[in-house]
């Protein structure tokens, strides 16, 4: 061995030596644990993309069929199914007509894993408790039911429509109230959540910024009118 040009091969190329490839080795390795966060935090955001795209989806869908049913908004308590179970039962489904527009890619991949995250205790929506498998990731304001013709809302980029709720693993019930239903914003994107308001924009809020928005009664409710079966006042508690 030529100790001026180091080891070599049987067909007398220069091979390298032990020390040269720890050092290779441990290169790869810090570029590695470099690129690995830059690409989870990308996939992250491509995955609070698609959720944000999503919504939008909806609240056009959902301006859509108003077209079609004399500027009414689809009701809370069929929009996500008439038969348990089947999103594409729901009176929405026909004018999105794809169930991955339903689902977070996020929350989907938690469910798949098996999180399961720490679900606030809620009374339940009009309809009692629905139970069954959960292949979706939003809820409609049941406070719509108080004014759904979209011409009569006060404010429409104050009123909430959907809302990336924070859903036990079998909740099928898709609402979302101030007094009922899943309320909580599933914070899943860099500690935020989606909301996509009644004139078509979406909002993006933190904790401290959606109990914020959820105290207020326009966000809930489109107009003035929020009285309950039995006259009870279902804007009690609220700005």
């Known amino acids: ?65 108003a077209n079609d049913y004399h500027g009414h908004l689809p009701s809370f308590r069929d929009w996500l199914y008439v038969r348990l179970g089947d999103l594409s039962t729901g009176k929405l489904y026909p004018y999105l007509k794809s169930r991955p527009t339903y689902q977070c890619p996020t929350d989907m991949a938690d469910l798949r894993s098996g999180k399961r995250p ?35 809302f006060l404010s429409p980029s104050q009123t909430m429509i959907y809302m990336e709720a924070l859903l036990g693993p079998t909740d099928y019930s898709g609402q979302a109230g101030p007094t009922f239903g899943a309320r909580t ?9 989606h909301y996509v308001m009644a004139d078509g924009h979406v909002e ?25 079966p039995g006259g009870m006042d279902m804007a009690r508690g609220l700005q």
């Not at 690129?35 to 944000?52: E, N």
């Not at 933190?206 to 003035?224: I, L, V, Y």
């Open 1 to 65: 061995m030529n100790p001026q040009t180091g080891p070599h091969d049987a067909a007398g190329r220069r091979a390298f030596t032990l020390i040269e490839l720890l050092v290779v080795i441990a290169i790869i390795a810090i570029l590695a644990g470099m690129l690995l966060p830059a690409l989870a935090r990308a996939k992250a955001a491509g995955r609070s993309t698609v959720c944000a795209n999503n919504l939008k989806q909806m609240g056009l869908a959902s301006v859509m069929y």
């Open 118 to 152: 720490t679900i606030p205790t809620t009374n339940p929506g009009p309809g009692g408790n629905q139970n069954a498998k959960r292949d979706y990731s939003y809820s409609m304001n049941c406070g719509l039911c108080h004014g759904e013709d979209m011409g009569k």
């Open 185 to 193: 914003l599933a914070t899943r994107h860099n500690k935020r959540g």
């Open 204 to 228: 993006r809020m933190n904790d401290k910024q959606s109990t914020a928005a959820e105290k207020m009664r326009r966000f809930w409710f489109p107009t003035d009118l929020t009285t309950g």
